[in-house]
């Protein structure tokens, strides 16, 4: 086998390894009850290969199964977004505006937004981890309000709102009526951070994605958010890179 066609290692001696595109990446197996086959995905918050596999479907033809994959893999790691630190001087989109990251070490350590400023003081290199918790916590702040307004004015109950950083959803809901979000939302502008919203709070009364459900979502939102779809379409994948650094 020529050398630049050795997409994946056998595990015998070490991790499986893709490499391709001028990439290595571990190649991450696990197993799942629910797979029914074996599947391939790409995390786009750090280009992660992982391969699933049904629980007792064996190793080796599923690993040659996934280096037959190379082109797949190769465009979805084109498509993971470049890492943006948040880092002084950087900028990042923030409820609908750009926000510019000042830092000066003798400011205070406390994040403080004014205008389209964030400033933040202390060591340099805490200044990306100070950074990311203040959005989270605007994240959580303004969802947790944002989400029991919406339900309270449709007399819709529901649970506790969390935020988390999820792979592939920006918002989920439990059976129990527990409502997760992605803090990335806080980097959309208020309308599609709204539409997600209306669109979690409508699963409190359909778990589907029917037309009644769209229809609720629609009441809830005000009209129908198709704009704020194609955002999505377009601008969400960049925002798994936001606070990267790799
Ligand atoms: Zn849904």
Request: net charge positive; charged share 25%; glycine share 8%.
């Amino acid at each position: 086998m020529p050398a630049n066609s050795n997409i994946i290692l056998s595990i015998a001696n070490s991790d499986p390894v893709f490499s391709g595109g001028g990439l290595t990446r571990a190649l991450t197996v696990t197993r799942s009850a629910r797979a029914r086959r074996m599947r391939l995905a790409v995390d786009p918050r750090d280009g992660a290969v992982k391969l699933i596999l049904p629980r007792r479907a064996a190793l080796a033809p599923a690993l040659a199964w996934a280096e037959q994959q190379r082109t797949w893999i190769e465009a979805a790691l084109a498509a993971v977004p470049a890492g943006q630190p948040l880092g002084p001087g950087m900028r990042l989109p923030f409820d609908g505006a750009m926000l510019a990251i000042e830092w000066r070490r003798d400011a205070s350590r406390t994040v403080r937004l004014e205008g389209d400023h964030l400033f933040v003081g202390g060591p340099e290199e805490l200044v990306p981890g100070r950074v990311l918790r203040w959005l989270k916590a605007e994240a959580r702040r303004r969802l947790e309000s944002e989400t029991r307004a919406v339900a309270m004015r449709a007399g819709i109950a529901i649970g506790r709102v969390r935020i988390g950083d999820p792979r592939t959803r920006w918002g989920s809901c439990s059976s129990a009526g527990d409502i997760a979000y992605s803090w990335r939302l806080i980097l959309m502008p208020p309308d599609v951070r709204a539409a997600i919203v209306a669109h979690e709070v409508a699963h409190r009364l359909h778990m589907n994605h029917s037309p009644d459900f769209h229809a609720v979502v629609a009441r809830l939102f005000g009209r129908e958010p198709k704009a704020e779809r194609a955002w999505l379409r377009a601008n969400g994948t960049r925002l798994h890179g936001i606070g990267r650094t790799g």
